[in-house]
């Protein structure tokens, strides 16, 4: 089995997007700078969404075009619609991401929308960034779980993981957004949905709010998924139980692909250093248990 | 499979060991009781080693004779040498634990006597708590890997757990003190061990240092252990990493089981409650992240 994983960096637009504290322009465009030097190669820089909805990500358009893109690093940028998709390809943009949940309940109070309607919104997106020649990723959200619904059902997931990949997204990001998933469940539902979608044009999205990302992204791991996202820092925090942890710590992710002997092509202190910059600049610890343990030996 | 998995807290002695705060008497006596009424059945509750070494244990006797104990539920402590094991003694306790290293350079260092000099000192301990009627636990820490020594070859850990439960320890903790395994080795290792020593004889011990504990513990589980140390809370530091995170938190593995479908006979809202008590006892945030999502939710 191939043994290179590929971290996708969500803590410019995931994990601050959650954070309550405004963060300058200027240090979201060093936050990616210096994460663009530590050898990742998918790094989601920000999100066209509505400034009314997302205030922290209004800049979107200044970080955009502030970056240094580096050679053979992907910087995708979230669209939720038409309007979005435009925004962003004004200036530069080379691969967006659209996003669905798996339960209705939540795709309802976060979009207005249920999935179906979602999926009608995306579809000119697709047709015309294939035209564009410009990449498309789909993330499901609610994967393991629901705010509003509790349970939801595999199918669900492995219905709209299915049809994000038929419209076009080459990668489906399968994202435990209430970190409620424990690792047989996770490892369950990744096997569901790889009965549908080949396994090579998966990731896993794992939010740390009981502690579980890691032994999670482990089974899933096993199961032969090899694409991950993570949040430096371990930034993001759930809206959904405050004060809770957020996404899971990328520096916790490639200490243990390493430990596994796996590769990711990322420098892990420089990427630890980049973590307790960020956290200096959010004026709170890391939350990555790697990133302290480093900063102390 | 057995589905029913035994947590043995060690909160009390291996996690308020390694805190700089002193903690009163009383407080470790009500941690106790609280954590008696929250259905675990194995609760370390205090360490007989000489008070020079361990100030914030120098109450043992108090605390052990402050407890209330609960039928059902054992109470073992750490003994060092046979002056500590009469101490213990002399205060009633039914089951004490005896602890080396894999690496003969930790052992030096930590004990000051090479690991066969430690199972020199341990066997007239052995030996009298056959006759006493006193069952006995041991531990084996640096199981993957040593602060001094680095890499700590499997065959020495199989050694001497191997020796320990041939000696009479009816149950063999293997831990890796400074948290830098990651889920692959720690199979392999626990797998190693269990070609010498009973699975059932056999409990698996994860520090945080790193945040592998609870994906290391879940690989460990699928391997077929099912005896677990975890500490409420989330109490412990590394004293090889200042700063660093400390032992797993059991309400965090509590959650882990429990959505694994395993059987715990844990109340996790209680656990949760007594972490976030003991962690304003200890004037700082829960190490559990399982505590803060429940606190939250």
Known sequence: MNDFVRIVEVGPRDGLQNEKQLIATADKIELINRLSATGLRSIEATSFVSPKW??????????????????GVSYPVLVPNEQGYERALAVGVEEVAVFTAAS????????????????????PILTR????????????????????QG?????????????????????????????AGTPRKAAAMLRAVAAAVPMAALAVHFH??????????????????RVVDAAVAGTGGCPYARGASGNVASE?????????????????PALAATGRWLSER????????????????
Chains 1, 2 share one sequence.
Do not use: W
């Open 54 to 71: 997302v205030p922290q990500l209004a800049d979107a358009a200044d970080v955009f075009t502030g970056i240094q893109r580096r050679p």
């Open 129 to 148: 960034a294939q035209a564009d020649g410009i990449k498309v990723r789909g993330y499901v959200s609610t994967v393991l779980g629901c705010p509003y």
């Open 104 to 123: 209705e309940q939540f795709n309802l109070k976060n979009t207005n929308a249920g999935i179906d309607e979602s999926m009608r919104r995306f579809a």
């Open 208 to 225: 740390d709010t009981y502690g579980q990302a890691l032994a999670n992204i482990a089974s899933c791991l096993e199961e032969g998924v």
């Open 151 to 179: 349970e939801v059902p595999v199918a669900e997931v492995v219905r709209v993981a299915r049809q994000l990949h038929a419209m076009g997204c080459y990668e489906v990001s399968l994202g435990d957004t209430i970190g």
């Open 252 to 268: 916790d992710v490639v200490y243990m692909l390493h430990g596994m002997g796996m590769v990711t092509g990322v420098d892990l």
């Open 282 to 297: 959010l004026g709170r610890d890391t939350g990555s248990k790697t990133g302290k343990a480093l900063a102390a030996t």
